[in-house]
T-cell receptor, first 115, second 113 residues
Framework: EAGVAQSPRYKIIEKRQSVAFWCNPI?????LYWYQQILGQGPKLLIQ????????DSQLPKDRFSAERLKGVDSTLKIQPAKLEDSAVYLC?????????????FGSGTQLSVL | EDKVVQSPLSLVVHEGDTVTLNCSYEVTNFRSLLWYKQEKKAPTFLFMLTSSGIEKKSGRLSSILDKKELFSILNITATQTGDSAIYLC?????????????FGKGTKLSVIP
C-alpha cells in the first residue's frame, strides 16, 4: 500500500515570498490533515478536510495560509507571504474516516526554511 | 485548552537499557491516546490506547493508559540504536463535530552503543 506522498521535500525561500506544498493521501482515505511542526515542538493541526470539505481550520492563520482539496483527493497548502516564523516541517496525514479512534498515517513532510 | 505534557524531553541511554517515557494530559472529551515514533520527519504509529489498565505490547515496546490519573507510559526494553528517535504522545478528543489530536512536544531518545 502506498503511503502519504508529499512534495517538495525541502524548500528555502525569502520572507514575503510565496510557497505551496502538495499532498496525496493514501488511496481511499477520506480525511486529510495538514500539521505544522516547529523545531522542538509537537505537530500542530492547521486544517482538517473530510473529502473536499473543511472540518476544522480554527488554527490556520487565514491572513497568509490557505489550503484546498478540490476533488477530495490530493491537497495543496499555500503560504503567502511567508514570515520567518513559518520555518517548520509541514506534515500531511490521512485517515480512512474522521475519528474517533482512527489512526493517522503521516507523510515525510516538507521542511520549509524562510530566510 | 487541551494539554499534553511529555517527560523527559530528552534521554540518553546505552544499548540494552530499559527506558520509560511519560505522557500526562488534560483534555475534555477524551477518546484515545496514541504513541508515534518520529525518525527524521514522518511520525509512524506505535499504539492506540482507549481503556485504562490494558497493556498494549509490540515486541520490546509496551504501553499502558491510566484514565483516572490522566497519564500513559511507553516502555522500551533492551534498547537498540535503532530505537533512537523522537517519541510523540497525542491525545484524541472530540468536540464541535470533529475529532482532534493534540500532540506533546515529544521525548528525544538517543541510544548509544
Amino acid at each position: 500500500e502506498a503511503g502519504v506522498a508529499q512534495s517538495p521535500r525541502y524548500k528555502i525561500i525569502e520572507k514575503r515570498q510565496s510557497v505551496a506544498f502538495w499532498c496525496n493521501p493514501i488511496s481511499g482515505h477520506a480525511t486529510l490533515y495538514w500539521y505544522q511542526q516547529i523545531l522542538g515542538q509537537g505537530p500542530k493541526l492547521l486544517i482538517q478536510f473530510q473529502n473536499n470539505g473543511v472540518v476544522d481550520d480554527s488554527q490556520l492563520p487565514k491572513d497568509r495560509f490557505s489550503a484546498e482539496r478540490l476533488k477530495g483527493v490530493d491537497s495543496t497548502l499555500k503560504i503567502q507571504p511567508a514570515k520567518l516564523e513559518d520555518s517548520a516541517v509541514y506534515l500531511c496525514a490521512s485517515s480512512f474516516v474522521q475519528g474517533p479512534n482512527e489512526k493517522l498515517f503521516f507523510g515525510s513532510g516538507t521542511q520549509l526554511s524562510v530566510l | 485548552e487541551d494539554k499534553v505534557v511529555q517527560s523527559p524531553l530528552s534521554l540518553v541511554v546505552h544499548e540494552g537499557d530499559t527506558v520509560t517515557l511519560n505522557c500526562s494530559y488534560e483534555v475534555t472529551n477524551f477518546r484515545s491516546l496514541l504513541w508515534y515514533k518520529q525518525e527524521k520527519k514522518a511520525p509512524t504509529f506505535l499504539f492506540m490506547l482507549t481503556s485504562s489498565g490494558i497493556e498494549k505490547k509490540s515486541g520490546r515496546l509496551s504501553s499502558i493508559l491510566d484514565k483516572k490519573e490522566l497519564f500513559s507510559i511507553l516502555n522500551i526494553t533492551a534498547t537498540q540504536t535503532g530505537d533512537s528517535a523522537i517519541y510523540l504522545c497525542a491525545v484524541e478528543a472530540s468536540g464541535a463535530g470533529s475529532y482532534q489530536l493534540t500532540f506533546g512536544k515529544g521525548t528525544k531518545l538517543s541510544v548509544i552503543p
